[in-house]
């Protein structure tokens, strides 16, 4: 465990907290949905390869 300062416009969450994060209304843009969307396709492709 560890204390930060985390800038205002920052959020910390657990990794099993993403896919409901990801769903909720207004919290990201379509711009930011598409981005995490194409890097978790790339990222799922590298790891399918080994």
Do not use: H
């Not at 409901?20 to 990201?28: A, G, I, N, Y």
């Amino acid at each position: 465990m560890s204390s930060q300062v985390v800038p205002n416009d920052c959020c910390v969450f657990g990794l099993t907290e993403i896919p409901k994060l990801l769903k909720e209304p207004r919290l990201f843009s379509v711009k930011t949905l598409l981005e995490v969307g194409k890097v978790a396709t790339e990222r799922a492709y590298e790891l399918s390869q080994y």
